[in-house]
C-alpha cells in the first residue's frame, strides 16, 4: 500500500518535469494516434486491393491504382508522422533527463558534507548516472511503446469491429491467454531471477575484494585458495542462471504460440465467413494481419510495464537524493567577512558526527591575531574535526566560534571560507591544466602570479618538466604526478590567494622532509602575520608554533608552547619522546 | 575474440542444435502463409468447410511443432551461454591472478573488475542472442524469399529489390548511429567525471568557494551529452519510418504486379495474399536483425576487451626450487637495476647490500626515492631489470613464487583487510594457525588492544577492506598476519605510518625480538636510526649505507633528513 502511493508520488513528480515540455508532448500523443490510425487503415486498403484482382480477366485495374496511390499517401504521411513522433519523444526524454541530472548536481553542491561524509560517493555517482539512464531508458520506452501498443490495441478493435464482429470475437477471445502465458511465466521466473542477482552480487563482492587487493593475495600466496571460493560461487551462479534464463526465455515461444492459435481460429472463422459471403478475401487478409498485430502489444506492454516500474524506482531513489535538505542557507541579513584580522575565539564548542557517541565537549579556546597554532594528538583524536567546525563544513552542537568576534554563523559561508587558505591530507585536484589548478581560488590571476605561486611551492622546477609545462592537463586520480607534487601543486593553489587565515592539515605528510624542508622557509614566510592551525604528525613542524593544542579523544587535554609541555611531563612529552625510544 | 571461442568449444554440441532447432521453428513459420494461400484458393474458392477446418489444424499443429522446436533451441542456447561465461570467468580470474605485480599495475583494479563483471556478462547475452536469432533471421528473410520464388519468379524479384533497399538502410543507419553513441558515451563519461570530482574534492570547492563555476562547468557538460543525444535520436528515428516506407512501397509494387500476372491467369488471388505475407515476415525479421546487430556489436567490443586482457602475460616466469635452506646472508642485492615497465628512467640503480640473518636494515628517503621499488624485489614481486637479488643465497628467479614468498612477510603500504573474522584474517599468513600463534602475533603486532575493544575477540567480523576498524588498528593487524607466518624475512613497507610515536617504538622493540630478518621502509628517522644496517636512497640511487652513526658523518642526504625531523639544537 504504502509502495503504490510512494510510486503514484513518483510518478507526479516525474510528470512535473514532462510539463515543462507540454507542448513536445501533446503534439507527440497527437502524432502517435494518427501514426496508429493510418498504420491500421493501410491494411484495409491492401485488403480492398485485394478483392479487386478475382481471377483471370477478373481485375479491376482503375481501383487498384486509385487504392494503391491513396496508400502510398498514407504511408508518406505515417512515416513523416512517425519520424516527428521518435524525434520529440527523444527530445523530452533527453532534456528532462539532463534537468534531472542538473538538479542533482546542483542539490550536491549545497548538500551538507554531514550528508556527503556518510554516503559513499560511489552510491551518488550511481544515482546521478546510472538511475538517470536507467530512467530515461524506461521514459523513452514508455512513450515509443506504451502508448502506442494502447492506441494500436483500441485502434485494431475498432477496425476489426467495422469489418466482421463475430471474427473480431475469436481475436479478443484468444489474445489474453498470451497475456496470461506471459505472466504465469514471469511470476516463476521471478525468484530465479531473484536468486541470480543474489549470486551474481555475491560474485561480485569476491571480485570486487580480492581483484583489487591481487597484491596482497598474491604476497600470500592464496590464489589457489580464492579460486576455489570463486570457482564454488562460479558454479552455483551457472547453475541458477541456466535456470533464470531458460525459463524467461520460454516467454516468446509461449505468446508466439498463442498467436499461432488466434492465427488459426481467425483463419478458420474468416474462411467460413468469406465462403457465406459475409467478408470478402481482401477483408481475411486484413484480419490475418490485425490478428499479428493485436497480439504483439501484449507483449510489449507486459515488458514495458517491468521496464517502466524499474524506471520509477530509479527516479524514486534520483528523488530521494535531490530531496535532501540542503544546507543551512546564509542568514538574510548574514555578513561578508572582509580582511579579518584573525583572532579566533572558540567557546564552549560542543560537537559529534554521531549524536549517541560523545566526541568534542566544551572545547575552549583563543586565538589571536598572527598566532600559529598546532594540533597534535594520536589519530581519531579529533583533530580534522576542529577544520571541519573551523571552516563550517560542520555545524556546532552548541557553543560558538567567532572569527574578530562575529558568530561565523552570522557571516556568509564564501566570505568565511575564501578566508581560509587550506591544504588537506587528500590531495584533491581538479581535472583541467596545472595553470587552472593553482588559479582554482583565483581565475583570473596573471601569468606571473601563477607562475611566483609556483615558484614559492617549490612546484615551479617539477610542472616545467611537465610535457606540456603549465598547460600539462592533469586528471583526478593518474600516475603522472606522485603525490608529493600533487600536494605542491595545492599548496601553490593557496599560495595565490594567501588569504589571511590558514589550515594545513598533514600538509607536508607525503612531501619527503628533504622537500619538506625547502618549503618550510615559504610555510614560514606565509604564515607571518597570519593565524594558521597546523595538523600534522612530524613533531618538528608543531615545535615552532605558538600555541600547541594536544588532543585526546575530542577533548584539548593540554595546551601551550613545546617547552612548557615537556617540562609538564604530560601526555605531550610521552609523544614526543616516544620517537627517541629504541 | 578467436581465443575466446576455446571456452564455448565444449558447448559445440549445444552450438550446432540451439541454431538448427531455431531454424526448424523458422521454416514452420514459412508455410503458414502457403497454408492460408490455400484455405483461400481450395477451401474458400470451393467452399469446402472440411478442408478449411484441416488447414486450420495445420496451422495450430505447425505452431506446436514451432514451439517444442523453439523452446529445446532456447535450451541449448542458454545452457552453451551461460556455461561458456561461467567457464571464461573462472579462467579470466585465474588468469588476473597469475598475473605478476607489473602487469596489474598496467591493468589497473577497476578495469580488471569490469571485465569481470559487466563484460562477460554483456558477452553471455551476445552469445545467447546469437545462438537464437542470428541464424533465425536471414533464415526467415532468405526463406520467405525463397517461398516467393516458389510462388512466382518474377514477382519474387521484388524481394529481391526490397531485401536489398532494406538491408543498405537498415546497415547504413546502423553505421552511422554507432560511432555516434559512442560519443554519447564519452559525453557521459564527462558527466560522470564532473560529478565525482565534486564529490570527492567537496571540501577544496566550498574552500574555495568554486561551486558557482563547478555549476557552470556541469552544465556545460550536461547540455552537450543531452545535444549529442538529441542528434544520434533525430537519425535512428529514421530507422522505423524508413522501412515502413520501403516494405509498403515494395508491397504497393507486388500488389500492382500481381493484379497485372493475375488478370492473366499467371497468378491467384490467394497466392498475392500469400506473397504479402511474405512480405511482412520480412520486415519483422529485419528489425529484429538489426537490433541483434546492436548487440553483437556490444557484445564483440566486450569480448575484445576481455581477449585483451587474456593477451597479458605474466612477465615473471616461475621457477622450480621448492627447498632452500635458510643461509647466514638472508638477502642480497648485486648490482639491481629495477626500470617499470613503460618508464622512461630507472627506479632503481646499481643497488648493492647484504642482509644478515637477524639483521634489521632501514630504509630511507624522499617521496618516489624507490623504497618501495627495493623492498618488492625481495617477494620477486617486480623483477629486477638488471643484476641479482639473492634470498637464501638464491637467485629469486630460480624459486618458486610460492616457496619464496612463504619465506617472507610483507607488510604492504596500504593496510588491506578482508571480509571475515580477524582470525581468518590473520590465518592468511599461515592457513592451519593456533589461536595461540594468531594472539603471540598479535602480542607482537601491539594488536592487543585491538582485540581487547572487541567483545567477540578473534570472532569479531571485519567489513570488506576493514573499513570498521581505524587506520592504525588496520595497520597492527596486517603486522601481526605477516608474523604469524614467522617468516625468515620480514618486509615492513612504511605500514606504521598511522601509529603514533610510542606505540611505533614498541612495535619495533617486540619485532627485534623475533629472529626474522627486518626490512623497514621509512620517512622518518626515528623508525629506522637503530637499524643495524641504513640504506638512504636518494632517486634510486643508494647515497649511503651504514649505521646511523656512520651515516651522521658521512652522507649529506641522511642528515639533511635527519635535520628535517630533529633540529640540530636539540640532540644531534
Not at chain 1, 542539490?107 to 556527503?116: A, D, G, N, S, T
Not at chain 2, 486450420?56 to 511443432?65: F, T
Not at chain 2, 573488475?113 to 536469432?133: F, P, W
Request: aromatic share 8%.
Amino acid at each position: 500500500m504504502k509502495g503504490k502511493k510512494l510510486q503514484k508520488g513518483t510518478v507526479a513528480r516525474v510528470l512535473r518535469y514532462v510539463r515543462r515540455y507540454w507542448f513536445s508532448l501533446i503534439l507527440s500523443i497527437l502524432l502517435a494516434a494518427a501514426v496508429v490510425v493510418t498504420t491500421l487503415y493501410v491494411p484495409i486498403l491492401i485488403g480492398q486491393a485485394i478483392d479487386c484482382i478475382l481471377e483471370a480477366g477478373k481485375v479491376d485495374f482503375s481501383a487498384i491504382l486509385n487504392t494503391l496511390g491513396l496508400i502510398a499517401l498514407l504511408v508518406a504521411a505515417t512515416a513523416l508522422c512517425q519520424w516527428v513522433m521518435n524525434t520529440l519523444n527523444n527530445r523530452i526524454t533527453y532534456n528532462v533527463v539532463r534537468d534531472i541530472r542538473q538538479e542533482a548536481f546542483q542539490k550536491i553542491e549545497e548538500l551538507p558534507l554531514r550528508y556527503l561524509d556518510a554516503h559513499p560517493h560511489g552510491e551518488i555517482v550511481s544515482r546521478v548516472i546510472a538511475d538517470v539512464d536507467q530512467f530515461a531508458d524506461g521514459l523513452l520506452m514508455g512513450f515509443a511503446q506504451f502508448f502506442t501498443g494502447v492506441a494500436t490495441i483500441l485502434g485494431t478493435l475498432g477496425f476489426m469491429l467495422s469489418i466482421n464482429p463475430a471474427i473480431t470475437l475469436v481475436v479478443v477471445l484468444v489474445t489474453p491467454l498470451s497475456f496470461l502465458v506471459a505472466n504465469f511465466i514471469a511470476r516463476k521466473t521471478y525468484s530465479m531471477f531473484k536468486l541470480q542477482s543474489e549470486t551474481r552480487g555475491e560474485q561480485t563482492a569476491l571480485i570486487e575484494e580480492m581483484i583489487g587487493s591481487q597484491k596482497v593475495v598474491q604476497a600470500f600466496g592464496q590464489e589457489a585458495r580464492m579460486q576455489q571460493r570463486f570457482d564454488e560461487i562460479n558454479g552455483r551462479l551457472e547453475q541458477c542462471s541456466l535456470r533464470a534464463i531458460f525459463y524467461s526465455s520460454l516467454v516468446n515461444p509461449g505468446t508466439r504460440f498463442v498467436n499461432a492459435i488466434a492465427y488459426a481460429g481467425v483463419g478458420a472463422a474468416g474462411a467460413f465467413a468469406a465462403v457465406s459471403g459475409a467478408i470478402t478475401v481482401g477483408g481475411l487478409s486484413c484480419f490475418l494481419s490485425y490478428a499479428n498485430q493485436y497480439t504483439k502489444p501484449f507483449n510489449e506492454i507486459s515488458g514495458v510495464v517491468t521496464e517502466l516500474q524499474n524506471a520509477l524506482a530509479c527516479a524514486a531513489r534520483i528523488f530521494e537524493l535531490i530531496d535532501q535538505p540542503s544546507q543551512q542557507p546564509d542568514a538574510p541579513d548574514a555578513k561578508t567577512l572582509e580582511q579579518p584580522r584573525g583572532e579566533i575565539m572558540l567557546q564552549n564548542v560542543r560537537f559529534s558526527y554521531d549524536p549517541t557517541q560523545k566526541l568534542i565537549e566544551d572545547l575552549n579556546l583563543s586565538v589571536k591575531p598572527g598566532m600559529r597554532v598546532a594540533i597534535v594528538g594520536p589519530t581519531g583524536c579529533g583533530k580534522t574535526t576542529i577544520i571541519n567546525l573551523l571552516m563550517r563544513f560542520y555545524d556546532v552542537d552548541g557553543g560558538s566560534i567567532a572569527v574578530d568576534g562575529e558568530d561565523i554563523r552570522s557571516l556568509t559561508r564564501r566570505s568565511l571560507r575564501t578566508n581560509y587558505g587550506m591544504v588537506l591530507q587528500e590531495t584533491w585536484l581538479h581535472a583541467g591544466t596545472v595553470r587552472e589548478n593553482i588559479a582554482f581560488g583565483r581565475p583570473d590571476a596573471s601569468e606571473e602570479e601563477i607562475v611566483a605561486a609556483a615558484k614559492a611551492a617549490h612546484a615551479h622546477s617539477f610542472i616545467k618538466r611537465l610535457p606540456e609545462g603549465y598547460d600539462t592537463v592533469i586528471t583526478e586520480e593518474d600516475g603522472m604526478l606522485s603525490q608529493g607534487q600533487r600536494q605542491l601543486l595545492c599548496i601553490a593553489r593557496v599560495m595565490l590567494c594567501l588569504p589571511p587565515m590558514l589550515i594545513l592539515d598533514e600538509a607536508t605528510s607525503s612531501i619527503d622532509t628533504r622537500t619538506e624542508l625547502k618549503i618550510q622557509d615559504a610555510f614560514a614566510h606565509m604564515m607571518q602575520g597570519r593565524t594558521s592551525f597546523i595538523v600534522a604528525h612530524r613533531l618538528s613542524t608543531i615545535r615552532s608554533a605558538d600555541l600547541i593544542l594536544v588532543m585526546r579523544s575530542g577533548r584539548i587535554i593540554e595546551q601551550g608552547k613545546h617547552e612548557e609541555l615537556l617540562a609538564k611531563g604530560g601526555f605531550y612529552a610521552e609523544l614526543y619522546n616516544s620517537q627517541f625510544k629504541h | 575474440m578467436k581465443k575466446l571461442a576455446l571456452y564455448l568449444k565444449e558447448y559445440r554440441k549445444e552450438c550446432v542444435l540451439g541454431p538448427l532447432f531455431k531454424m526448424l521453428e523458422a521454416s514452420f513459420e514459412l508455410f503458414v502463409p502457403l497454408v492460408v494461400a490455400s484455405i483461400i484458393d481450395v477451401g474458400i474458392a470451393n467452399g469446402d468447410g472440411g478442408y478449411i477446418l484441416r488447414m486450420c489444424g495445420l496451422l495450430v499443429l505447425l505452431g506446436a511443432v514451432g514451439l517444442v522446436s523453439s523452446v529445446t533451441a532456447q535450451y541449448f542456447a542458454a545452457k552453451a551461454a551461460v556455461g561458456f561465461a561461467a567457464k571464461l570467468k573462472s579462467a579470466l580470474f585465474a588468469h588476473i591472478q597469475s598475473l605478476s605485480y607489473t602487469e596489474i599495475d598496467t591493468l589497473g583494479t577497476s578495469t580488471m573488475i569490469t571485465r569481470m563483471t559487466s563484460d562477460v556478462n554483456q558477452v553471455q547475452s551476445g552469445v545467447n542472442l546469437v545462438l537464437r536469432l542470428f541464424l533465425r533471421s536471414p533464415f526467415v528473410v532468405l526463406g520467405a524469399m525463397v517461398m516467393a520464388f516458389t510462388i512466382d519468379a518474377r514477382i519474387a524479384l521484388i524481394f529481391a529489390a526490397a531485401i536489398i533497399a532494406l538491408s543498405i538502410v537498415v546497415f547504413g543507419i546502423m553505421l552511422i548511429s554507432i560511432p555516434l553513441y559512442k560519443k554519447v558515451q564519452n559525453r557521459l563519461d564527462g558527466v560522470l567525471g564532473a560529478t565525482r570530482s565534486n564529490l570527492t574534492g567537496v571540501r577544496v570547492i566550498r574552500a574555495f568557494a568554486r561551486e558557482p563555476q563547478e555549476i557552470g562547468a556541469f552544465t556545460e557538460k550536461n547540455e552537450a551529452l543531452a545535444k549529442t543525444q538529441r542528434f544520434v535520436g533525430r537519425i535512428s528515428a529514421l530507422m522505423n519510418p524508413l522501412t515502413y516506407v520501403l516494405i509498403n512501397a515494395a508491397i504497393i509494387w507486388l500488389i500492382w504486379a500481381g493484379a497485372v500476372r493475375v488478370d492473366t491467369g499467371l497468378l491467384t488471388q490467394g497466392e498475392v495474399v500469400a506473397l504479402y505475407n511474405y512480405m511482412s515476415q520480412i520486415l519483422v525479421e529485419l528489425i529484429k536483425l538489426a537490433n541483434l546487430i546492436i548487440t553483437i556489436t556490444k557484445s564483440a567490443a566486450c569480448a575484445n576487451r576481455i581477449a585483451g586482457v587474456f593477451e597479458i602475460r605474466s612477465s615473471a616466469v616461475n621457477g622450480s626450487r621448492t627447498e632452500v635452506a635458510p643461509d647466514v646472508e638472508t638477502v642480497r642485492f648485486d648490482n639491481v637495476n629495477l626500470r617499470y615497465h613503460g618508464a622512461a628512467g630507472d627506479s632503481l640503480t646499481g643497488i648493492d647490500f647484504t642482509a644478515k640473518r637477524g639483521d634489521t636494515i632501514g630504509v630511507i628517503g624522499g617521496t618516489g626515492s624507490g623504497k618501495s621499488s627495493l623492498v618488492n624485489l625481495i617477494p620477486r614481486f617486480y623483477d629486477a631489470t638488471g643484476g641479482r637479488v639473492l634470498v637464501d643465497g638464491v637467485d629469486v628467479r630460480e624459486y618458486d613464487l610460492h616457496a619464496l614468498r612463504e619465506k617472507i612477510g610483507v607488510v604492504p603500504q596500504h593496510a588491506v583487510l578482508f571480509k571475515g573474522t580477524i582470525r581468518e584474517n590473520i590465518r592468511w599468513g599461515k592457513p592451519d594457525a593456533s589461536d595461540q600463534e594468531i594472539m603471540q602475533a598479535l602480542e607482537t603486532a601491539q594488536a592487543m588492544d585491538v582485540l581487547r575493544a572487541k567483545p567477540q575477540g578473534l570472532d569479531t567480523l571485519i567489513e570488506q577492506g576493514g573499513r570498521n576498524l581505524s587506520g592504525g588498528q588496520r595497520q597492527r593487524l596486517t603486522i601481526a598476519r605477516a608474523l604469524v607466518r614467522k617468516p625468515e624475512i620480514l618486509i615492513l613497507d612504511d605500514s606504521a605510518s598511522a601509529l603514533d610515536y610510542a606505540t611505533d617504538a614498541r612495535l619495533r622493540q617486540a619485532i627485534r625480538k623475533t629472529d626474522a630478518t627486518v626490512f623497514i621502509v621509512s620517512q622518518r628517522a626515528s623508525s629506522i636510526m637503530y637499524a643495524d644496517k641504513i640504506i638512504v636512497l636518494d632517486d634510486g640511487v643508494a647515497v649511503g649505507t651504514g649505521t646511523h652513526e656512520q651515516l651522521m658523518q658521512s652522507c649529506a642526504v641522511y642528515q639533511e633528513i635527519y635535520y628535517s625531523q630533529f633540529p640540530k639544537e636539540e640532540r644531534a
